[in-house]
């Protein structure tokens, strides 16, 4: 007897016409942001893989209150945008209504994970992204029958899903040492970080990591803080470029980062890959029309997988918990070029 035949997933789909699940999400709604060409193909895909949304996800939601939340140290963020996008579209194949949250500090987190009555019969699940739990605070949520999963951090005893982020750090700037450079500069999160992030810590140990494994010796005014943002970004190149002796690269944490520091050596008719080379972190929707060199980070696919394993777990509450850590690749494209002991 044959194998019964799986169900295309909403992933399925995506991987199929080359994009995101949010894009298959918006496309198949009938929802604005998608280029007509790609919302075509998008359905024509699902239809030749035979794809609905699933009826017994939908089942499982009846009797409950249809809610997932996902909560975000900020919404003003691309990374952050683009991982409830994902979150949403497998939210939304599922028959739940997908809520965003926004908390703008660490002991705000705190506070509303541990009131009694915060998410009590007002979600099943929340999904914190880059947002730190303890055992207590998960085993405190399970005891009011609102499940756990996690993106960018771990928590014990529920899915989550993140990269190596130390692993990313060294990964970029092993690519600059072996294009020659060694005066390598680093564009970090904030100086002053309400949320403790853990994120930039991990990236800038694989950063002075790979520094020290070549033999370079890091240097502490060559590693300022972007804020994450482009504003952030441009007046960290521009400290950098006043240096007496400035970098002939940088590794910015974020593309959006980087996407200042490129501007910032266009304003000083620098070029990118020549001058002064530049890689980012994620692989922004933007990156690709700069020419940006970056390290991928499948984004939206973070949000897609944590939403499907808290489903996973409110339809079957022991079901095996999963800690997935999803690749990162190296996108060379042209804002990175030979440094001056290789030209020479």
């Known amino acids: 007897m044959p194998p019964p035949r799986q169900r295309t997933r909403i992933e399925d789909v995506a991987a199929a016409a080359g994009v995101s699940v949010a894009t298959v999400s918006r496309a198949l709604r009938n929802l604005p942001n998608v280029a007509e060409t790609t919302r075509h193909r998008v359905i ?4 030749e893989l035979n794809y609905r949304a699933d009826p017994a996800a939908a089942r499982l939601a009846a009797g409950t209150t249809r809610t997932i939340t996902v909560v975000v140290p900020h919404l003003s963020s691309w990374y952050f945008s683009t991982v409830i996008a994902g979150a949403e579209a497998v ?13 703008g500090t660490f002991e705000k987190c705190n506070q509303l994970l ?4 915060h998410f009590e019969r007002r979600t099943d699940g929340l999904i914190l992204v880059n947002i730190p739990a303890t055992a207590e605070q998960a085993e405190s949520l399970r005891a009011r029958r609102v499940r756990l999963a996690t993106v960018g951090t771990r928590t014990p005893g529920c899915p989550s899903v993140s990269i190596d982020d130390m692993n990313t750090g060294c990964l970029a700037t092993t690519h600059l040492l072996e294009l020659g450079h060694r005066r390598i500069a680093l564009i970090s999160g904030q100086s002053d970080d309400p ?6 810590k991990q990236r800038r140990a694989g950063y002075v990591a790979a520094l020290t494994e070549a033999g370079v010796e890091p240097e502490v005014s060559l590693m300022v803080s972007g804020n994450f943002g482009i504003d952030g970004g441009q007046e960290a190149m521009a400290a950098l470029m006043a240096l007496d002796d400035p970098p002939t690269a940088v590794f910015a944490m974020s593309d959006e980062m980087a996407f200042g520091a490129l ?12 001058d002064v080379s530049v890689i980012g972190v994620d692989d922004h929707d933007v990156s690709r029309v700069l020419r940006l060199t970056t390290v991928r980070q499948h984004v939206a696919d973070h949000g897609s997988s944590a939403a499907r394993a808290l ?3 409110l339809q079957d509450p022991d079901a095996p918990v999963t800690d997935l850590d999803s690749p990162v690749e190296l996108v060379i494209r042209s804002t990175t070029g030979p440094g001056p002991h290789e030209m020479n």
């Open 263 to 274: 501007l910032e050596l266009s304003e000083r008719n620098l070029r990118a890959g020549a």
């Open 44 to 47: 024509e895909i699902a239809a």
């Open 311 to 313: 489903l996973g777990q």
């Open 114 to 117: 541990e009131e009694q009555s």
């Open 195 to 200: 949320m403790n992030f853990d994120v930039p």
């Open 91 to 103: 939210c939304s194949e599922a028959g739940y209504e997908c809520l965003v949250l926004g908390v």
